[in-house]
């Protein structure tokens, strides 16, 4: 088996991240804008990378799994559980005739020890924990406590084979496991300053962050997050209702929603910024406006989906139409990526074309934190 037992744990936190990172990646482009105004592209790697790094440390306790929930096989009476005896790894190490303690020449051999390798193998697994809790703002107990509690968890895992799902344990409970653990959460914690004086700090965001929420224009990625969930929400309406459910849905949301709210639709609500204009009736004309885009998809849709008659003599024409569909639903959708990128790349507040059309700009709210 060899490092096979190490990387599959690895590889399967490979394949499940990216779908855990998409149903997180809208809650936490929220609470990153929402706590500091803007979108902190280091701080997302950091926390992605948090969250990668929790999967692979429980995937490595828990893979591979028995072959059966019925792992009884091979279990007896003198089976042991649990080593509840601290310090054992000790006495195990002891015990390598290879090592004379005396001699620091020998101490090479503890390379080849099965049970130092696990015991470093295990302070190494809890060590980035340790750095990652520093750059979090953790205090030093709060950071003991959590390894503690972590590691914890880790070995009653084992202990009870996943909760009960299989008949007996196929891991150890080990307390020398949670102390050592525990220590290398608490090596992190003390090496932490000299690995994260290589990277931007916290006080770096937050300092941008201060500058940025006494902007009152707000940026474009935030503009374009709160029309993706306004437009979320309508499109489960469309895959739940007809048409002209989804035609009163926007009327709601990108009309009605912000006359009777100051400007407020679900989106901007979140993101805490809301619509203003320089005409009596540019938020409707914004509203009309995002209709009338989505009106001519769905006409392309409907268009292409038609069916053919081959033995129509109007199928030459046919055919001559829904090329002419897909041409136009390619040329409209590079057109608004474009103009998308567009405003997303330049440096000064540009307005999209739906905001543009109405003279619609967008305000950030002012929170009770910053009166």
């Known amino acids: 088996m060899g490092l096979e037992l190490y990387w599959i ?26 706590k500091y105004g803007f979108f902190s592209m280091w701080t997302s790697f950091i926390v992605y990378s948090f969250i990668f790094y929790i999967l692979c440390t429980f995937f490595l306790v828990i893979l591979p799994f028995p072959a059966s929930r019925d792992n009884s096989n091979g279990q007896t009476a003198l089976t042991v559980y649990q080593n509840l005896i601290p ?6 190490i002891m015990k390598n005739e290879l090592i004379v303690w005396t001699s620091f ?37 709060k950071t003991v406590g959590i390894g503690f509690c972590i590691s914890l968890f880790f070995e009653i895992t084992q202990r009870t ?50 500058r940025v929420l006494n902007e009152f224009q707000v940026r474009p990625f935030a503009r374009l997050l709160a029309l993706f969930m306004d437009m979320t929400i309508l499109t489960l309406l469309g895959v739940w209702f007809i048409e002209w459910v989804v035609a009163i849905g926007y009327l709601l949301v990108f009309i009605v929603s912000p006359v009777l709210f100051k400007g407020l639709t679900p989106g901007t609500a979140l993101l805490h910024f809301q619509l203003r204009s320089e005409w009596k009736f540019g938020v409707v004309i914004r509203g009309l406006l995002l209709y009338l885009t989505r009106l001519v998809y769905v006409g392309i849709i409907v268009i292409w989906n038609m069916p053919l008659v081959v033995d129509s003599e109007q ?15 390619v040329f409209l959708t590079v057109i608004l990526v474009i103009h998308g990128m567009r405003v997303l790349g330049l440096k000064h507040v540009e307005q999209f074309y739906f905001d543009s059309v109405g003279k619609v700009f967008n305000l950030r709210r002012v929170r009770e934190d910053q009166k």
């Open 9 to 34: 744990p690895i590889r399967t936190a490979l394949l499940l991240f990216p779908f855990l990172a998409l149903i997180l990646l809208l809650p936490w482009l929220i609470f990153n804008y929402r």
């Open 87 to 92: 310090f054992t790894f000790v006495k195990d």
């Open 105 to 141: 020449e020998t101490y090479v051999n503890l390379l080849q020890d099965l049970d130092f390798l696990l015991v470093l193998f295990n302070l190494l697994l809890f060590f980035p924990l340790g750095v990652y809790l520093k750059y979090f703002g953790i205090k030093w107990y």
């Open 161 to 210: 084979g996943i909760f009960g799902f299989f008949l007996y344990p196929y891991r150890l409970f080990d307390v020398d496991d949670l102390m050592i653990n525990t220590l290398g959460t608490f090596l992190g914690f003390l090496v932490a300053p000299l690995i994260l004086m290589l990277f931007p700090s916290t006080k770096d965001v937050e300092v941008k962050s201060e």
């Open 315 to 329: 199928y030459y024409y046919q055919i001559i139409l829904k090329n002419m569909t897909l041409l136009g639903f």
